[in-house]
């Protein structure tokens, strides 16, 4: 059976018993303890834990699953050992509640032997040693032989953390057969023989911090299969890489890299086996939303593509090969995975991006490491500061230097590496550190006593209010109109008063979460704490940072629409002035996609539909498809923006009522601020207002210095970048002339044929011209010339004829240094430029010295 046949067979058979068929969720998961999907059961964990009611009883899936980070890590055995994989699919059936160990038993042995027709006389199954129940539904319900059941220790029990569900295991294994090692069952055979092909995983106890263990109301059922390991078993091979999918990826590596299997060594060929595994994880990983960079996920992403590409370059590759290998990967696996054929050409774009990126330090980089390394002591680490070097500058992740390092006998100094990445972030967060203010314990004092501030922005522009705390720099109310800065929007200004005096409130933020802080300058009197006061906010600039607020989100859908769903929220800033997006993307906005985006805004705006802010259940906000923003928090209830028709997100910020208040919306910028993150700038309101109205002012102004129309502009502006190109042409040509007429003068301040000379008026082309024609007047066989230009830096010549003994090159090779500059040397002509005007006399005093003047 092929792959694709076992993947149908298994799905077929569960819901054939009442299972319902779940789609692969993504690498992505919603558990925050994990990078990546790394098990079928990770999308259920809620419905095991009782989070969640599950919407059925039964399920069955194909998960896909990566294991390249954190504990569950699989990435430095890939290529080696027969079995592992940073991606695989893990096919399962689970129980929430409903049936369990009989029919999970009998079923697993009715699939493996029915349906995939495995030979029963070549399986064993393993119980835990304290499960007798299993043991016996195994040998007197599904009638596996005693002999062939073995009881193991923890490797048969499986707990989801140190409290929580938890229970017993049973895994059914496969015998490959004598020649792959001794005899003896799981338990005491060879672990190249007998190959785990299916856990079940029988969730029956409620483990409690103490130890101890309570039985479920519920006993649920988890089951894992291998379907790479499975399919190597059907198909008869040795390993997991002689499947058919993966033998067609290798296959297409070979071609790409043009290494011939059949002949190569054992270590090309593990290279190969690399290039096919990093293409499938990294193909996964791209299309469900995974870009590359320093972090998180993203590092792991990173790792495995430079992982890749570094031994695409051992195969002597010196081209880009993964943006082939994600074709093959497409190919292969598209039938089954839809997405992959639907974003085919974007994950190959960042794929492609990344991989031209890291080849440009690549060979710098390895080259740089093999010196270090050729120079050790026998048994010597690589220095830590050599591996920062590698990260910092050459973007080698650690663990792919680490993987260089092992290969030649040599370890890495970590904590040396660790500890200049930790000079390096204390540094930049030196550089970030902004002045003091109050001590949080003393804030957290406030809060404790007296309850966090309640905001009624969203209902009025003015409260009633009492000072709770006041010195020279802050105040703290009760209540407060005042928005604090989070979500990327500013906090709000103003004024407070009191019997006693007026303050202008310069910002407001969170001193502690909960807490507002009320920056304030003194306009009058004083506040002391126990008034009552009355906070006023700007409504003006609140009401531009509605609209330049309710923008950015209708922004983020109009990028999803036009550059498509992998578009993420990465930071922004919400002012009064204007607004800033920074988003997930590998390339800048192409003119037609910057006009398209805010044709969608303006869209919206004069489409005019209502906006709706609201509080809800964070489950009750996921159901509506609300999207959440970068950075901000959120807890059980959740505040949900419905802007218009289109956007729904999480936000707590201030918005505005209908979208036609937002005004006209104009994008002023856009451009690159980190590895696959881009930055939208754009107006609203009357800030495009006044952008348009500058922008008309300074087209009149330049029409009026031309003395043509505002239509005409352009074409005057035309007009007079042509007469100014042909001016300058004929200034360039009067100037040649001129220096060329100089000639006859220097030739004739030759000694022994020989002229060397500080020239005035000239510029690059017309020193040269001005060299060769000194060369070429009588009596004259060598010259020199240098000359500051107008436009900065300096320039040398030399001109020697056929018949002279001197060598151009070798008349300035001092002199060019001298001035700091270069140039390539020529023996008849010879030209440099260089930076030091205050040097070039002594340059010529050195090119006179090497014409044997001096």
């Known amino acids: 059976m092929k792959a694709n046949e076992v993947r149908q067979a298994f799905t077929d058979f569960f819901i054939e018993r ?11 998961p919603h558990d925050p303890t994990l990078l990546f999907t790394v098990a079928g059961m990770v999308p259920f964990k809620t419905y095991f834990t009782g989070e969640e009611a599950a919407p059925y009883p039964r399920a069955v899936t194909i998960q896909k699953c990566v294991r390249a980070g954190g504990k569950h890590n699989d990435l430095d055995e890939i290529g080696r050992p027969r079995r592992h994989l940073t991606f695989f699919e893990m096919m399962g059936n689970f129980s929430f509640g409903d049936y369990f160990k009989s029919e999970a038993c009998a079923w697993a042995w009715e699939f493996v032997t029915e349906v995939l027709a495995l030979d029963p006389e070549r399986l064993w199954v393993t119980v835990h040693h304290s499960d007798d129940e299993a043991e016996a539904i195994w040998r007197d319900e599904v009638g596996v032989p005693a002999g062939r059941i073995q009881r193991l220790g923890e490797d048969n029990y499986w707990r989801m953390g140190d409290t929580g569900p938890c229970g017993p295991c049973s895994e059914i294994f496969w015998d490959k057969g004598p020649e792959f090692g001794a005899d003896g069952g799981p338990e005491h055979g060879d672990e190249d023989r007998f190959i785990e092909i299916w856990n079940l995983v029988f969730m029956q106890f409620d483990q409690a911090a103490d130890g101890t263990q309570t039985p479920l109301p519920k006993p649920s059922i988890d089951t894992g299969m291998g379907l790479e390991r499975t399919v190597s078993v059907l198909q008869g091979v040795d390993s997991v890489w002689d499947t058919d999918e993966l033998s067609a990826l290798q296959a297409a590596a070979a071609k790409l890299t043009g290494v011939d299997p059949a002949t190569a060594e054992f270590e090309r060929l593990v290279s190969l086996r690399i290039l096919a595994d990093h293409a499938r994880s990294t193909s996964m990983l791209v299309s469900d939303g995974v870009f590359p960079s320093n972090e998180a996920r993203g590092y792991v992403l990173r790792r495995i593509l430079r992982r890749a590409v570094r031994h695409a370059y051992l195969l002597g590759v010196e081209t880009a090969v993964m943006g082939g290998m994600v074709d093959a990967v497409v190919e292969v696996m598209g039938p089954d995975y839809p997405d992959l054929v639907k974003n085919h050409e974007f994950i190959r774009d960042v794929i492609d991006r990344e991989e031209v990126r890291f080849r440009e330090t690549l060979r710098t980089g390895s080259t740089i490491l093999d010196g270090k390394l050729a120079s050790l002591a026998e048994g010597a680490p690589l220095d830590g500061d050599t591996a920062f070097l590698l990260h910092d500058t050459y973007g080698f992740p650690l663990e792919v230097t680490q993987e260089i390092t092992e290969e030649r006998g040599v370890v890495v100094d970590v904590e040396a590496f660790r500890a200049a990445m930790a000079e390096q972030q204390r540094r930049a967060k030196d550089a970030r550190k902004v002045g003091g203010g109050l001590e949080t314990s003393h804030l957290s004092g406030i809060l404790e006593k007296h309850g966090e501030t309640d905001f009624t922005g969203r209902a009025e522009i003015s409260s009633e209010t009492t000072v709770l705390y006041r010195d020279d720099a802050i105040v703290v109310l009760d209540r407060t109109p005042f928005y604090a800065e989070s979500g990327g929007q500013v906090g709000d200004t103003g004024i407070i008063t009191t019997s006693t005096g007026e303050v202008v409130v310069t910002d407001t933020r969170y001193g502690v979460p909960g807490l507002h802080i009320h920056d304030i300058e003194v306009s009058s009197g004083s506040l002391e704490v126990g008034q009552r006061a009355t906070a006023v906010i700007d409504n003006n600039r609140r009401s531009a940072i509605r609209r330049n607020h309710t923008a950015t989100h209708i922004l983020h859908w109009a990028l999803r629409r036009v550059l498509g769903d992998h578009v993420k929220q990465q930071g922004s800033y919400v002012g009064p002035d204007r607004l800033r997006f920074d988003f997930s993307h590998y390339e800048g906005l192409t003119t037609e996609q910057a006009v398209e985006i ?47 028709s289109n956007s729904v997100e999480l936000c707590g910020g201030t918005h505005v009522k209908a979208l036609g ?8 910028s856009e451009g690159s601020i980190g590895s696959n993150i881009r930055r939208v700038e754009a107006l609203t309101g009357m800030a495009t207002v006044e952008l348009l109205r500058d922008t008309v002012a300074t087209a009149n102004a330049a029409a009026g210095e031309l003395n043509v129309s505002t239509d005409d502009l352009l074409h005057g502006v035309q007009r007079l970048q042509t007469e100014q190109k042909e001016l300058r042409s004929e200034l360039a040509r009067l100037k040649q002339q001129m220096a060329v007429g100089q000639a006859p003068t220097l030739a004739s301040q030759a000694i022994d044929g020989v002229v060397v000379a500080r020239v005035e008026g000239v510029e690059r082309d017309g020193l040269r011209d001005l060299a060769v024609s000194v060369r070429d007047q009588p009596d004259v066989h060598a010259v020199v010339l240098g000359a500051g230009f107008d436009v900065g830096g300096v320039g040398l010549v030399a001109a020697v004829t056929p018949e002279s003994a001197l060598n151009a090159g ?45």
């Open 598 to 644: 805010e044709d969608l805004v303006n869209g919206e705006v004069l489409e005019n539909l209502s906006c709706r802010h609201f509080e809800t259940t964070m489950d009750q906000a996921e159901h509506l498809g609300a999207i959440a923003f970068f950075g901000d928090k959120y807890g059980d209830t959740v505040r949900v923006l419905e802007a218009g």
């Open 661 to 668: 208040d937002i005004g006209l919306f104009r994008i002023v």
């Open 810 to 854: 070798a008349l300035i090779e001092d002199a060019k240094k001298t001035v700091g500059g270069g140039g390539k040397p020529s023996a008849d002509l010879a030209v440099a430029g260089g930076k030091h005007l205050e040097k070039l006399d002594d340059a010529l005093d050195q090119a006179r010295a090497a014409a044997g003047l001096g």
């Open 18 to 28: 009442a299972h319902s068929h779940q789609p692969s969720s993504s690498l992505i």
